[in-house]
Each structure stands twice: as C-alpha cells, then as structure tokens.
Nanobody, 124 residues
Framework: QVQLVESGGGSVQAGGSLRLSCSGS???????MGWFRQAPGKEREGVAS????????YYADSVKGRFTISRDNAKNTLYLEMNNLKPEDTAMYYC??????????????????RGQGTQVTVSS
C-alpha cells in the first residue's frame, strides 16, 4: 500500500516561489502521480499530473507556465515547483497517486491514494 507525505508548503508574497515535495513509501514508480489543491469553500482542483515513467506532464490552465511537476523515482519523491505565485494559488495542496501509466490533472483529485496535504498561502 503506497503512502504519501507532502512537505514544503508555507507563506510567501505574490510573485514568490515554493517547492513542494511528496515522499512515497512503496513502489510509486509504477503510479501516475499528481497534485491537486483545495481552497476553503471551493471545489478540489487538479493542478498537474505526471505519467508513471515521467515522460508526460499535464497542467491545468490556471498554472501552466508557472508550475513544474517532476519526480525522482529512485527516491520515490514527487515535486511541484511553483513560481510567480498568485493569491489565488492559496490552498491546501495534496499529492495523489493511481496505479495507472497516464493520467490527467482533472482526474488527480479523485485518486484513491493521497497525502494529508501541505498549506500554501500567498499574500498580495
């Protein structure tokens, strides 16, 4: 059973950067993985996804060009590099995994395996 733990959240000003990490226990290299976020009073939003082999990445339009998803399968770790952050990026960020090769950002929020989340707060 894969377990995921996020880290790297924090508070930054608009225009700043953060790097989120998601450490997985278990054999995550065969899983499609991604990040989704949820702000208070809003629905979950898939942000980015990455194929099991790391050869395909997908992004929501709201973060395209600012966020980069990557993975280090040797370390069972998923990353989300977030640049040029905006106040509307404020949310709890979760990593999630599914035993599948490809996946879309929109599907990430429904993955059965997810972490506890890390808070990102962007002030204007």
């Amino acid at each position: 059973q894969v377990q995921l733990v996020e880290s790297g959240g924090g508070s930054v000003q608009a225009g700043g950067s953060l790097r989120l990490s998601c450490s997985g226990s278990g054999y995550t290299s065969t899983y499609c993985m991604g990040w989704f976020r949820q702000a208070p009073g809003k629905e979950r939003e898939g942000v980015a996804s990455l194929s099991a082999g790391g050869d395909s990445t997908y992004y929501a339009d709201s973060v395209k060009g600012r966020f980069t998803i990557s993975r280090d399968n040797a370390k069972n770790t998923l990353y989300l590099e977030m640049n040029n952050l905006k106040p509307e990026d404020t949310a709890m960020y979760y990593c999630a995994a599914r035993y599948y090769y490809f996946c879309s950002p929109a599907s990430v929020a429904d993955f059965p395996t997810r972490g506890q989340g890390t808070q990102v707060t962007v002030s204007s």
